[in-house]
């Protein structure tokens, strides 16, 4: 059984830093490119971020260029998201998926989920 868990959300100050953590059991998370997306209230899921199998390509959105860093640890076969400079627009429940098209920015391309984790950024 595949899961993934994210961890490391919270509430902190505009300007403030958190990483979150996607860690996967059932699945050797090196074998796919792995991707963050986030949802607001009353949003659509966007994607965010997604780095590829080796870790030698990441992808981000425009919005979070120059604040989000995604990496990833595959010998404990997790994936990170750095988030400097946090905005209250980044306030969202942030999710990890693994994809199975190797494209990042295709949200059907990718099957399993985490539950999320609720990030709150506060002016």
């Known amino acids: 059984q595949v899961q993934l868990v994210e961890s490391g959300g919270g509430l902190v100050q505009a300007g403030g830093s958190l990483r979150l953590s996607c860690a996967a059991s059932g699945r050797t998370l090196s074998s796919y490119l792995v991707g963050w997306f986030r949802q607001a209230p009353g949003k659509e899921r966007e994607f965010v971020a997604a780095i590829s199998r080796s870790g030698g390509s990441t992808y981000n959105a425009d919005s979070v260029k120059g604040r989000f860093t995604i990496s990833r640890d595959n010998a404990k076969n997790t994936v990170y998201l750095q988030m400097n400079s946090l905005k209250p627009e980044d306030t969202a429940v942030y999710y990890c998926?693994?994809?199975?098209?190797?494209?990042?920015?295709?949200?059907?391309?990718?099957?399993?989920w985490g539950q999320g984790t609720q990030v709150t950024v506060s002016s």
């Open positions: 998926a693994t994809s199975i098209t190797g494209r990042p920015l295709s949200h059907n391309g990718y099957d399993y």
